[in-house]
């Protein structure tokens, strides 16, 4: 953190914590609409009780927002940052699964369920990529690296976030 920002404050937004699901699902039906994003402090192993990442994961994606960068705090705590989806925002498999699965169980807000509906209609919906580990080569590009054995070579050193990376960008070309 730089010296102008406060352990309250990082990048221009607030730090919250919520000691409880119920926390974190009242902060979100009043703030969804009126605010630009904050970041979650979530509880180490040994911490005091926090909501867990998975379990707001699931409160934001009710109300149409996403998790981003994730971001070390101290040593007891590390940090989560959520804001609202934009209209372009891409959804991965991982989201849409979870997206569904809150809409059958009754979960899935209005402002959520906006955002299902805004990205079937163009096409996001239907375009989410896949997470790091369930990517898989298209066939385009294994034809490709197995016509030239350098490049199969290379591709075969990366690392799997490497990897990853290009994998993510060929399905987003």
Known sequence: MSDDETPEELAGQPVISFA???DCEAWFAEHHSDHRGFWLKIGK????????YPEALEVALCH?????????YDETYWLQRFTPRG?????????????EALIKSGRMRPT?????????????WAAA????KSATVPDDLAAAL???PQARAFF??????????????????
Request: charged fraction near 25%; aromatic fraction near 8%.
């Open 20 to 22: 409880t699901v119920s």
């Open 45 to 52: 192993v040994g911490a005091a009780e926090t909501v867990s």
């Open 64 to 72: 149409g927002w996403i998790d981003g960068q994730k971001r070390g």
């Open 87 to 99: 209209p372009r925002s891409k959804w991965s498999q991982t989201n849409r699964d979870k997206a």
């Open 112 to 124: 959520g369920q906006a955002q299902v509906d805004a990205a079937k209609a163009d096409g996001r």
């Open 129 to 132: 990529y896949a997470g790091q």
């Open 146 to 148: 197995a016509a030239d």
């Open 156 to 173: 075969e050193t990366l690392n799997g976030a490497n990897r990853y990376a290009i994998l993510y960008r060929v399905h987003d070309a």
